[in-house]
C-alpha cells in the first residue's frame, strides 16, 4: 500500500529529486507558490517552494522501491524520521495541501511608491534626520538614497520604513 512521507533535500536540489524520484516511479508533491520579488529594481514573478528544502513522496517500500533507494536519489539528503524509521504521514494532509495550494501570484508588500528625484528624510538608523534625495529601490524592503556627504553626492542604502516623504 502506498504512504506519504517527508523527505528532506540537499540545499537547492530539489528539482533535481523530484526528476531523479518520478523516473523512480515515486509520486512527488512539492508545492511552490508564485511571488513577486523586486530584483535589481524590476519587479518579476519567481517561483519559490512552499517548504524549503522539503517534499512529500507516496510510494510502497515493500514492492518498490525501498527506503534505501529514495534516500540515495539525487538531491536527497533523508527522510523526515520519527526514531529509526522514516515517519508515515497522513494522506489527509497532503490531499488539504493540494486543495489549498495557491493559484495566485502572491504579490509584493504593498509599500508607498516614491518617484526617482523625490526628496526624503531618513527618520532612523545612523543617517537619522538627513535628507536625502530617492534613487531607486534596492529589492523589497530596502532603497538606494542619494546623500550629500563633505559636498559630494553618496549612494546610501536604507530601510524602506525609516524613509519618509517631505
Excluded at 511571488?35 to 510510494?59: A, D, Q, S, W
Excluded at 523526515?80 to 494532509?93: F, S
Excluded at 495566485?104 to 526617482?116: H, R, S, Y
Aim: hydrophobic content about 35%.
Amino acid at each position: 500500500m502506498k504512504r506519504w512521507y517527508l523527505l528532506y533535500c540537499k540545499r537547492g536540489e530539489q528539482q533535481r529529486a523530484k526528476m531523479h524520484l518520478e523516473n523512480q516511479g515515486v509520486e512527488v508533491y512539492y508545492p511552490q507558490v508564485s511571488i513577486e520579488k523586486c530584483i535589481r529594481g524590476n519587479v518579476k514573478i519567481t517561483h519559490e517552494p512552499l517548504f524549503p528544502g522539503y517534499m512529500f513522496v507516496r510510494f510502497d517500500y515493500e514492492i518498490g522501491p525501498s527506503f534505501t533507494t529514495v534516500r540515495s536519489t539525487r538531491g536527497v539528503a533523508d527522510f523526515v524520521r520519527g526514531g529509526v524509521y522514516p515517519k508515515e504521514l497522513q494522506g489527509d494532509l497532503v490531499y488539504t495541501l493540494k486543495q489549498l495550494e495557491p493559484t495566485q501570484t502572491v504579490p509584493l508588500p504593498e509599500a508607498e511608491v516614491i518617484d526617482k528625484g523625490t526628496k526624503v528624510t531618513i527618520t532612523s538608523g545612523q543617517f537619522a534626520g538627513v535628507d536625502a534625495i530617492y534613487h531607486e529601490p534596492d529589492g523589497e524592503k530596502r532603497s538606494i538614497l542619494l546623500v550629500t556627504l563633505i559636498s559630494k553626492q553618496v549612494e546610501v542604502h536604507i530601510d524602506n520604513q525609516d524613509i519618509e516623504k517631505k
